[in-house]
């Protein structure tokens, strides 16, 4: 029971810690265009790591899931939308699946 305190302390400081350093070490406005599009890109980097093992793993054969990922790319390069692509992206895992 003791342990688990310890822990909910350490996510409380972790959490705190992430939130209130950026409130008070970045005053100014920042200027370099390196760290701007450092920020910019970071939400979507860490979206993608956490969606794309997801992907190949949600399905039975990890070849249907690339192949439904590289048709959902295919997809959105071509202006689908995001109900279109996920409607294709489901298509071609149900074919797949009946093929590897």
Avoid: H
Wanted: overall charge positive; aromatic content about 16%; some cysteine.
């Amino acid at each position: 029971m003791r342990s688990n305190w310890l822990y909910i302390l350490v996510m409380f400081g972790v959490t705190y810690l992430v939130r209130v350093l950026p409130l008070t070490i970045f005053r100014k406005p920042i200027n370099s265009r390196f760290v701007q599009s450092f920020l910019y890109y970071a939400p979507y980097v860490t979206l993608a790591l956490m969606t794309f093992p997801a992907i190949i793993d949600a399905t039975q054969s990890p070849i249907a899931g690339a192949i439904a990922l590289a048709a959902g790319v295919i997809a959105a390069l071509f202006g689908a939308g995001l109900p279109a692509v996920a409607a294709i992206c489901c298509a071609v895992t149900f074919a797949a699946e009946f093929f590897c």
